[in-house]
Nanobody, 130 residues
Framework: QVQLVESGGGLVQAGGSLRLSCSAS????????MGWFRQPPGKEREFVSV????????YYADSVKGRFTISRDNAKNMVYLQMDSLNVEDTAVYYC???????????????????????WGQGTQVTVSS
């Protein structure tokens, strides 16, 4: 079992930045792909980003590409999401998730389906004000 806890959410003005953290416990996550998803108010959950277990391969949703950066520190069992140039459309609950058997595709979409993930955190709220 893997327990995931997100932190770092909060209220920020449009154009600002936040760094989300995901702390894993129970098992080491260095064999898992790690993803971030979000659920805006009144909408379905959507994919944000994913990173392979080595950190060498990442994939981003078009809506965040160039603004968000995913990273991981396997020694600390941590995953991060640096969010820059935030806008009101980024307001959502952000979730960290772990995928034991990812289908990594360096040339295209991968890890963007929630059904692929084995473990989920409880989420952290990000609110961007105009």
């Amino acid at each position: 079992q893997v327990q995931l806890v997100e932190s770092g959410g909060g209220l920020v003005q449009a154009g600002g930045s936040l760094r989300l953290s995901c702390s894993a416990s129970g098992r080491t996550i260095n064999s898992y792909a790690m993803g971030w998803f979000r659920q805006p108010p009144g909408k379905e959950r959507e994919f944000v980003s994913v990173i392979s277990w080595t950190g060498s391969t990442t994939y981003y949703a078009d809506s965040v590409k160039g603004r968000f950066t995913i990273s991981r520190d396997n020694a600390k069992n941590m995953v991060y999401l640096q969010m820059d140039s935030l806008n009101v459309e980024d307001t959502a609950v952000y979730y960290c998730a772990a995928d034991l058997l990812p289908q990594i595709n360096p040339k295209g979409p991968w890890g963007n389906r929630g059904s692929e993930y084995d473990y989920w955190g409880q989420g952290t709220q990000v609110t961007v004000s105009s």
